[in-house]
């Protein structure tokens, strides 16, 4: 399944949350989001106070762990998320779905 994480970092835990992710390497962040939680991607806000990260997991106690090693800091929520492929191929079999011709 894929996620959309949306964060805000507070302004007390801005510096503290800045330099623990500053000063991460890649491989420190597959070591943070774990084996079974693959990041797609990650966006952040110019300022730096929040993002979007896209990731991939199937195994929601492991997502709730890579969550919780930055819920000390922010603000976190993760809503399940599909593809356009699997969002058209779900609307084409609703009932009030008309095909274009």
């Not at 492991?62 to 998320?81: E, G, K, Y």
Request: glycine letters at 4%; aromatic letters at 8%.
């Amino acid at each position: 399944m894929l996620f959309s994480i949306v964060w805000k970092i507070p302004t007390a835990n801005r510096v503290a949350c800045l330099n623990a992710f500053g000063n991460m390497t890649p491989e420190d962040d597959i070591q943070d989001a774990g084996p079974d939680v693959k990041i797609i991607g990650r966006w952040h806000h110019l300022a730096g106070d929040a993002g979007v990260c896209i990731a991939e997991c199937s195994d929601a106690s492991a997502l709730n762990s890579f969550m919780l090693n930055w819920a000390p800091l922010c603000d976190i929520t993760v809503t399940p998320v599909v593809d356009d492929a699997t969002s058209r191929q779900s609307l084409q079999d609703k009932q009030y779905f008309t095909k274009k011709e």
